[in-house]
């Protein structure tokens, strides 16, 4: 069978009994609040961005009781892990001090901690953050820059055994759509990505609590964006859990003839779909209930089965 006939079933690799062994990668991950399913069903994560800057809900949510209530309604709609976040890294964006930063986003953790066991990750690449995150209640940490911006960030997530997010970035947020340029975007994108497990896994951090994502948009024209999604399995090749980010995303503004974030929510089920079939794990999204309907017929139609339900 070639690579390419693989793409429509390899959304299933990770319930493959070929996959299974002691390593199992992409079948579950470890959480301070218990085992997360992610294989036999696409997990949904849910954005609660506490910013007021943010492309699409900036301003939204930047009062914690708002986001926090916000995120108890995404976990009542299915999102099974939360992606909690206080400096917006659109185009652009300035950077916020890390007390601004941590007064943005502990609140919220604590609040959705209180009531929820649901786990609950941190958007941040700043150490001290994570750390007051974690201590808060938090359980994974995902660092857009890979462990790369902030050098105590690998031996935080060594130290807590917590699962990490390892994304691709070409550049820093500021600048990064200036003008991406790459020889073989899904070459240097998987091969950054391998340098950077390996260099987590020299950090002290387990293989299976790794998760990566090419980071969409990141550094990345509508053409890069295109050509990584076209070639997930290439991503899966590295045997790591798969993270996809496409919600309301401004390629997929592109595609649509320049429509604003507001008119992207189809858009951005159809590529979550489509990240699904070629293989993420968990996509991380901001229509939490339409994307875990679209995703529970996506995955049922690729099992020939109702999936999994993931605790829904
Ligand atoms: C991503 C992210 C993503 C991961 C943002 C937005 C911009 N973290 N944080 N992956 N995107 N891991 O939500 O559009 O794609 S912020």
Redesign the pocket.
């Known amino acids: 069978m070639d690579c390419r006939s693989l793409d429509f079933i390899d959304v299933n690799s990770n319930i493959d009994p070929i996959d299974s062994g002691d390593h199992q990668p992409g079948r579950v991950l470890a959480t301070r609040h218990g085992l997360m399913d992610i294989a036999g069903h696409t997990v949904v994560m849910g954005?609660v961005n506490v910013t007021p800057d943010?492309?699409?809900d900036g301003g939204k949510r930047f009062d914690s009781a708002r986001a926090a209530a916000d995120g108890f309604q995404m976990i009542e709609a299915g999102a099974e892990v939360l992606?909690i976040?206080g400096e917006s890294?659109?185009p652009g964006a300035q950077p916020v001090s890390l007390d601004e930063e941590l007064r943005r986003v502990l609140p919220v953790i604590r609040e959705l901690r209180k009531r929820s066991s649901v786990p609950i990750s941190v958007?941040t690449y700043k150490e001290a953050v994570a750390r007051a995150a974690l201590d808060a209640g938090a359980d994974i940490v995902?660092d857009?820059s890979s462990l790369r911006f902030d050098p105590a960030m690998a031996a935080l997530v060594a130290r807590t055994g917590v699962p990490v997010?390892l994304?691709h970035m070409q550049g820093v947020p500021q600048t990064m759509q200036r003008e991406p340029r790459y020889q073989n975007v899904v070459d240097e994108v998987r091969d950054f990505l391998a340098e950077r497990v390996r260099s987590a896994s020299l950090a002290g951090i387990a293989r299976e609590q790794i998760i990566i994502?090419p980071?969409?948009?990141?550094g990345k024209t509508l053409a890069h964006n295109l050509a990584l999604l076209k070639d997930l399995h290439s991503l899966k090749s590295l045997g790591q859990p798969l993270?996809?980010?496409v919600?309301?995303?401004a390629f997929i503004g592109k595609i649509l003839n320049s429509a604003a974030p507001e008119q992207r929510l189809e858009g951005s089920l159809a590529a979550a779909v489509m990240a699904a079939l070629r293989g993420a794990n968990i996509v991380?999204v901001h229509d939490v209930s339409e994307t875990v309907r679209a995703l529970r017929v996506t995955d049922a139609i690729q099992l020939g089965r109702l999936p999994d339900s993931g605790g829904r």
């Open positions: 954005i943010s492309f699409y992606d976040g890294t659109r958007d995902n857009i997010i994304m994502d980071g969409i948009g990141f993270l996809i980010g919600s309301r995303k991380r």
